[in-house]
């Protein structure tokens, strides 16, 4: 059975979508360490299967996905937002930046 990294990236293909090539375990590792926090295992899987969106790719509902280097805290300036020691991570937008998706991480394993 296919991991749900495999089944989105199938998924992002059959949509035309250029993808940038899945990133490692040593790569997922020293986000985490950045960071300190854990990744969840189905978000581990999709990052090790598709890096993101190649620049200026978005899908049919006009969102972006970043690549795990262009992933950053929702209070980070380039957000414009003032969320003091936010826990939430930006990971994908809509329609250039019109709303943005994040998710919450915290060191303990989703």
Known sequence: MASVGELVKIH???QGIKLR???SAAQLSAFEAKYDVRLPEDMR???SAANGFE???CDDEYITFFPLEEIERLNASAWGLAVPASPYF?????SISAHV???HLSKEAA
Do not use: K, S
Not at 90 to 94: K, P
């Open 45 to 47: 899987e999709c990052f």
């Open 12 to 14: 992002w293909l059959r």
């Open 55 to 57: 620049d200026g790719e």
């Open 21 to 23: 090539p899945g990133v």
């Open 90 to 94: 930006v990971f994908a937008d809509w």
């Open 101 to 103: 998706y994040a998710i």
